[in-house]
């Protein structure tokens, strides 16, 4: 006990994805024992033995592990960094061995949709927020852990890499939590933010993939940048109707999570999201690309679901309509691009109603 | 009837173990106390100098004096006032021990406020107003239902006829044994106070301390069997900050000396008829700072006597106060306005006949007792062990460590009040007890808007006698498609059903329809031939409310 200031702290990362890995180096460069858990036994013993994980070189104070478990018996501070689409099926294996005093901040963008088998979703039963959870949600569905954040931002994990200057945002309800995230993570190249606006900022780093695969699309055809840029400029306008309409506020969207990680997946080959537009509009199919990426972008999936949403709550939403469209081979690309040139947007900005 | 009878044996027969006994004999000591912490946190979190908190203090209770006085304040309070501005007029700003007499008015102030709200709780009186309200209720029960010369001192029926404390009974005797018990019930009439008593004393509880509104003092004998249930009182009027941290500190520290406690988290009536949706965190918080203190100066933290939350939802046909709530709900006339006292129980005449009315007609009231709860809201077992969604074991302890050593936070604790409350709002929905009366209020109600489209709320409340009848075949075809409904949240638990719903639906109507707003001038809905009849819809939409956050309306 006494001896809290010469031991290092131990901090867990569950998830060895290229973000994933890229925080655990910024935990590790911090001082921090880090913790790394690999789920595949056999890329564990391949990153353990090559000290690479994701293209990114390991920071020697990194361990890497198979066993869950581990994680938190020997971690208060998580990190968990996996897929939306594996992180409840994660999580439950979790939580019998979480406590209530563990601090998680997860930094996975995209929904949990959970359906129960019972159900079908119908025009008379719609899907909702009911089916719907952001991350922080499903921690706290399925765990006894109230101290939640998230990491949002433009943190494209190669950049991080080679150590690029860089922020992000941590958000909680709870203090303790942001200032653990930036005593944790905070150094001279990586600034940390602060919100209280959980649901907020996870809904920013969610709903920016949307927009990102339709930026893709306008540079895959080619359409320059003055295109990309009033594509960009009404995708955030949607970002905050369908945010709101699910639980955010505005401010949110306008900040470092919104605006910001919004500016760096739409203009950067590096973002998976922008990937998968750029190479529909070369004319890929799109079980071609997913086949053929490592990582999974969350921005297909993230369509599928905010398209059924946006039906239920009645939420005007022409890029993310066409989208789906496009990815369901409903329209072409051309006929998109045609339709959203001529579709009648209302007033330029109209959310920041004066309060 | 055939309702089997249920005796609960006194958890604690020796009275002179009853925490709130202890407490009464050590008054002095306790109120001392509660002056000395609730002085040391206002200082350290005091927002301005401690001069201009107390001369924000006399202001607003110079206001209050003024707008709004009562019957049962301190003859001497202006004077008191006066007093105090004088003296801290008196004190030279030069002076060196000016901080020093500006601290002891604070502490002198803390002092009587402790004083003001500590309850004066005296074991014979309490035994004397139990058994009047026991025994009392009971004769006029039988005197009114049973027939004869005889009958009132006929032990046929008792005031557990009338009353029914269902739900998690045993569970909250368990958990009174394990630790402290904080009971947070709806609050829908002024009746509620002197009903929970009652409950509590018939489930073998030992008395709970009791935050009560001071506007009940008003009234004689309320104000008798209050002071007697061992109630403390809660001053609404009273929104100044040195206030309020006196009350939260006596309420936390009789929690922390395992007096078990009760208050209404809504803060005050349900002025619209519906089931809370919102609650006041002041004195909730109580709760998770006294488990927390315990914890901190416990020599063994896993062994430390933990505090219980415990839901009850209380259900009327008929709520005496109803058409002055809704009116007042329906004006809203601004935010900051005095509570206004002359309702249907400000006086001690209307009480009693309404007592009578209440005991010679039929119309009966569940008390519905919720699973306890640790402070997060988690469920607890009969032993009192908390578990999370999926059954895992949660030591409360974790929630308050931050590298393994318990810590206060003050801004955890203030998002730790949110979960709870939220989780309270929750159990309210599922214990709420629905009767035939709310559901037929319910249904006309709704029928009214519907066929109505155009109208808004308030234009719906003004419609005309023509148009406020209804078609009793329609009515009965949509009653059985929202009981229907009802029925199937009820299997899910997510909400509970009166016995008399379970009746063909005929039967059911004649029932709601016979019972609800039983007592007003005006009932609210009546059958006459094969049309349903709104006569009042204040009152109506009041009872409507009732069934409000299932969202029932898609099925009508």
């Known amino acids: 006990m006494g001896s809290k200031n010469t031991s290092k702290e131990i901090v867990g990362v569950i998830g060895a994805g290229s973000f ?54 020997k971690c208060e501070v998580i990190f968990p960094m996996v897929p939306s689409a594996n992180f409840r099926d994660m999580v439950i294996k979790l939580a019998p061995h979480l406590r209530p005093y563990h601090v998680l901040i997860h930094g996975t963008k995209g929904f949990d949709l959970f359906v129960p088998k019972q159900q079908k979703i119908t025009s008379n039963n719609p899907l909702t927020r009911e089916h719907v959870k952001t991350i922080s949600e499903v921690i706290k569905e399925e765990t006894s852990v109230l101290r939640v954040g998230c990491l949002a931002g433009p943190n494209l994990a190669r950049e991080l890499d080679q150590r690029k200057p860089a922020a992000t945002v941590v958000a909680s309800h709870f203090d303790e939590v942001i200032k653990t995230g930036q005593r944790l993570l905070k150094n001279d190249r990586f600034m940390i933010y602060g919100s209280r606006d959980l649901i907020g900022i996870e809904l920013c780093g969610i709903l ?9 699309t306008i540079a895959g055809m080619d359409l320059g940048e003055n295109a990309k840029s009033l594509f960009i400029s009404r995708g955030l306008v949607e970002m905050v109707y369908i945010g709101k309409a699910l639980g955010g506020n505005a401010q949110a969207f306008l900040g470092l999570a919104g605006v910001g990680d919004l500016i760096a997946t739409c203009t950067s080959n590096l973002s998976r999201n922008f990937t998968v537009g750029y190479r529909l509009a070369k004319g890929e199919t799109l ?54 040139m001529n579709f009648p947007f209302r007033a330029e900005i109209d959310f920041l109603d004066a309060q | ?49 401690i001069r201009e908190e107390i001369e924000m203090t006399i202001h607003r209770e110079k206001l ?46 803390i002092l009587r406020y402790s004083e003001e709200i500590s309850g004066n709780f005296k074991k014979s009186a309490y035994r004397f107003a139990q058994s009047f309200v026991t025994f009392g209720f009971a004769r006029l029960l039988n005197a009114a239902r049973v027939k004869g010369l005889l009958s009132l001192f006929s032990r046929q029926l008792d005031i557990d006829d009338k009353l029914h404390v269902i739900g998690e009974t045993e569970h909250i005797r368990n958990l009174a044994k394990k630790g402290t018990v904080v009971m947070v019930p709806t609050h829908f009439s002024n009746l509620d106070s002197i009903l929970i008593g009652w409950a509590i004393h018939y489930l073998g509880l030992p008395p709970f301390i009791y935050g009560a509104g001071l506007n009940l003092f008003n009234i004689k004998i309320l104000a008798y069997f209050m002071n007697s249930l061992g109630a403390y009182k809660v001053d609404r009027r009273k929104k100044n900050p040195i206030y309020l941290e006196t009350l939260k500190t006596y309420s936390r520290n009789a929690m922390k000396r395992g007096c078990h406690s009760l208050f209404f988290p809504g803060g005050t009536r349900s002025r619209s008829g519906e089931i809370e949706s919102s609650l006041k965190v002041g004195l909730l918080s109580t709760a998770i700072e006294a488990q927390r203190e315990l914890y901190l100066n416990a020599d063994d933290p896993d062994n430390v006597r933990k505090v219980f939350i415990v839901p009850v939802v209380i259900n009327y046909h008929f ?105 309270v709002v929750e159990e309210y929905h599922k214990y709420n007890r629905v009767f035939a009366s709310h559901l037929v209020a319910y249904t006309a109600f709704k029928m009214l808007e519907r066929q109505n489209p155009k109208l808004d709320l308030y234009h719906v409340l003004r419609l005309p006698d023509e148009d406020l009848e209804l078609d009793y075949e329609e009515f009965k075809a949509k009653y059985k498609k929202l009981r229907t409904r009802i029925e199937k949240l009820h299997k899910k638990g997510l909400v509970d059903m009166a016995d008399h719903m379970k009746e063909r639906a005929t039967d059911s109507i004649a029932h709601g329809l016979a019972n609800v707003g039983l007592y007003h001038d005006q009932r609210p809905l009546i059958k006459k031939k094969d049309k349903i009849i709104v006569q009042d819809t204040n009152t109506l939409y009041y009872y409507h409310n009732r069934m409000n956050g299932y969202g029932l309306e898609k099925y009508i």
């Open chain 1, 287 to 340: 079980n071609e690309i997913i086949d053929s990426m490592e990582e999974v972008a969350e921005g297909v999936k993230t369509i599928n679901i905010v398209n059924q949403l946006a039906e239920s709550y009645k939420v005007r939403c022409p890029i993310t309509e066409t989208l789906y469209k496009i990815i369901h081979d409903e329209m072409t690309i051309q006929e998109a691009h045609g339709y959203l």
């Open chain 1, 20 to 73: 994933g890995t890229a925080v655990a180096n910024i935990l590790a460069e911090n001082e921090s024992q880090v913790i790394l858990y690999v789920r595949d036994p056999e890329k564990t013993k391949t990153i353990t033995k090559e000290r690479v994980s994701s293209g990114q070189k390991l920071h020697e104070n990194i361990e890497v592990t198979n066993n869950l478990e581990e994680i938190p018996s």
């Open chain 2, 64 to 109: 209050r004096m003024k707008a709004n006085p009562w019957k049962v304040d301190p003859p001497d309070e202006k004077v008191y006032w006066k007093n105090v501005q004088a003296r801290l007029l008196d004190i030279n700003p030069d002076d060196k021990d000016r901080d020093q007499q500006e601290k002891e008015i604070l502490k002198e102030i």
């Open chain 2, 1 to 49: 009837m055939g309702r089997k009878k249920v005796r609960y044996s006194e958890i604690v027969p020796d009275k002179s173990e009853w925490p709130i006994v202890k407490l009464s004999r050590n008054r002095k000591t306790f109120i001392e106390e509660v002056t000395n912490e609730a002085y040391d946190h206002f200082l350290s979190n005091k927002r301005g100098t």
């Open chain 2, 319 to 423: 709520t005496l106060e109803a058409p002055s709530l809704i009116k007042e709900h329906l004006k809203r006339t601004g935010r900051e306005r005095y509570y206004v006292e002359a309702d249907e129980f400000s006086t001690s005449y209307k009480l009693s006949t309404f007592m009578f009315k209440f005991f010679t007609k039929g119309s009966d009231i569940s008390v519905n007792v919720g699973k306890g709860m640790d402070i997060l809201g988690n469920y607890v077992d009969d032993e009192g062990n908390s578990f999370d969604k999926n059954g895992n074991p949660i030591n409360v302890k974790d929630y308050f460590l931050r590298d393994k050593k318990i810590t206060f936070d003050a801004q955890r604790e203030n998002e730790y009040v949110r979960v709870l409350a939220k989780r």
């Open chain 1, 208 to 216: 920016k993939n949307i927009i990102a695969v339709g930026a893709g």
